[in-house]
């Protein structure tokens, strides 16, 4: 399946180009990522798998989008349009409040 596509130049590669793709950008918080820093910094750049592997997602980069290790550590066990969505629903909520009140 991943044949030939696992070498580590290559990876390093395709994390530069999706990481210029989204700014540099966590598509979470929006924070600038580093990818100098150890893995564990809270700025070092992880990957987040749209539809996750154990329900059949891809590495493939169309499944994939780069989250800063702040928000990976905070998603959890969610995958990652369950926490976005309960994010942007918190976000809903306050936008609801803010225009009731
Ligand atoms: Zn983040």
Redesign the pocket.
């Known amino acids: 399946m991943m044949a030939g596509s696992s070498n580590k130049t290559y990876r390093m590669g395709l994390r530069l180009r999706m990481l210029q793709e989204q700014g540099g950008l966590?598509c979470?918080?929006?924070?600038k990522m580093d990818m100098r820093v150890a893995s564990n910094h809270p700025l070092a750049v992880t990957r987040e798998h749209l539809k996750p592997r154990s329900q059949g997602g891809t590495d493939r980069v169309g499944n994939i989008r780069l989250?800063?290790r702040?928000?990976n550590t905070a998603r959890g066990a969610y995958n990652w349009l369950e926490w976005k969505t309960m994010r942007l629903g918190e976000w809903d909520e306050i936008a609801a409040l803010e225009r009731s009140a």
């Open positions: 966590c979470y918080c929006g924070v989250a800063c702040k928000c």
